[in-house]
């Protein structure tokens, strides 16, 4: 006897239809493969359930032995997994063919993964022989056009692609950067440079990262959102933090011509920590205002002010400490401040939070 067996190794029939598997006659492989196509259109597995039917009738038309067309399932993702439910449905298959003859198979699959499954089929019955779907397509422009444009949809395949073929347009230009902007009209580094960006942003999806930052920051303009203007004050004290800092290594490089790594740094953080934390109260201020606006105010929110100003005048003492501008002393009483500011923000406000408790969210009066 001779089976013609169709194999889904990720189980789209299963998935994307309500039939159930292994399927088991000619009508019911037929059904199967319209079920599949009317949801899902794009899919290969359809046309190897109908190749499997057409097999079947060519050999049924020959007259030569008994032929029945069968089609079974694995599962999605896990390779090892998907072979044993394969092997596990064949075995439903076999056990339904109610025949004395040994039974041959021949295969039907739409690729190379779905032939990985062919040491299970073996290990059961005879292979006579492996059929695969390749599905013609037209190649013209629209054909090209449309492929690329799957490309480009597919997560897993712009992330295989892509991002390897951005990295390597950026090379040239990267490079040119590096010889001293040796080439600054170079026409054709600016273009890859920026085709590799382009791709790159693909690859990773940072098209709909953007896309979402933009969307969010839209809806928060018109819901009145205080963060979309605190975040916007607190990036720019950011800036004005990094500045203010480079200003101050200026200064301490102009008094000590050698400075060490912990030098450099306590410079860096003893001019920028003030705006820094300017920029973290203020965003956090923010955030704790919308909360309470949108009615999920909770007390313990406001200990983000507060740890921040902590943290910036431990930042602050143990810099100028490194630099030599305060004592010992003074260092040891802005950690103990810092602790105790943290401390008693925390027990302040949980004591709050269960005391005066919510109302509606929002703090109670």
């Known amino acids: 006897m001779l089976l013609v067996l169709c194999v889904d190794l990720d189980d789209d029939v299963g998935r994307k239809t309500a039939v159930e598997t292994p399927v088991v006659g000619r009508?019911?492989?037929?059904?199967?493969?319209v079920a599949l196509a009317t949801v899902d259109p794009e899919d290969s597995d359809s046309n190897v359930l109908f190749e499997g039917v057409h097999l079947y009738d060519e050999l049924t038309a020959e007259g030569s032995e008994t032929v029945e067309v069968a089609a079974v399932t694995g599962r999605e993702g896990a390779d090892v997994e998907a072979n044993r439910a394969i092997g596990a449905e064949i075995d439903t298959v076999l056990a339904r063919l109610t025949t004395?003859?040994?039974?041959?198979?021949i295969v039907v699959t739409d690729g190379a993964q779905d032939e990985s499954v062919l040491p299970a089929i073996r290990s059961r019955m005879d292979i006579d022989g492996v059929r695969r779907v390749v599905v013609r397509q037209a190649e013209d422009l629209e054909s090209m056009y449309y492929t690329i444009k799957q490309v480009l949809n597919d997560p897993e395949t712009r992330g295989t692609i892509l991002v390897p073929l951005g990295i390597l347009l950026l090379i040239y230009p990267l490079a040119a950067l590096a010889n001293t902007l040796g080439m600054p009209g170079d026409a054709f580094g600016v273009g890859s440079g920026l085709l590799g960006l382009y791709l790159l942003s693909r690859g990773l999806g940072l098209g709909e990262a953007i896309d979402g930052a933009v969307e969010r920051a839209r809806s928060s303009l018109y819901a009145g959102r205080v963060t979309l203007v605190t975040y916007v004050v607190a990036l720019a004290l950011l800036g004005i933090g990094g500045a203010s800092g480079l200003e101050m290594l200026d200064?301490?490089?102009?008094?000590?011509?050698?400075?060490?790594?912990?030098?450099?740094?306590?410079a860096v953080v003893a001019g920028s920590i003030h705006w820094l934390a300017a920029a973290g109260i203020t965003s956090s201020l923010g955030q704790v205002t919308d909360e309470y606006l949108a009615g999920a105010f909770r007390w313990r929110y406001l200990n983000a002010p507060f740890y921040i100003l902590a943290i910036?005048?431990?930042?602050?003492?143990?810099?100028?400490?490194?630099?030599?501008?305060?004592?010992?002393?003074?260092?040891?009483?802005?950690?103990?401040?810092?602790?105790?500011?943290?401390?008693?923000?925390?027990?302040?406000?949980a004591v709050a939070e269960s005391r005066l408790g919510e109302?509606?969210?929002?703090?109670?009066?």
């Open 100 to 105: 004395g003859e040994d039974v041959r198979a």
């Open 251 to 266: 200064s301490v490089r102009q008094q000590s011509t050698v400075l060490g790594v912990g030098e450099t740094i306590a």
């Open 27 to 33: 009508d019911a492989v037929e059904d199967a493969a």
């Open 312 to 349: 910036a005048g431990i930042g602050n003492a143990v810099s100028f400490y490194v630099l030599g501008e305060v004592t010992l002393s003074y260092l040891a009483m802005m950690l103990t401040a810092g602790t105790l500011l943290g401390l008693f923000s925390t027990l302040a406000f």
């Open 359 to 365: 109302t509606e969210g929002r703090p109670s009066v």
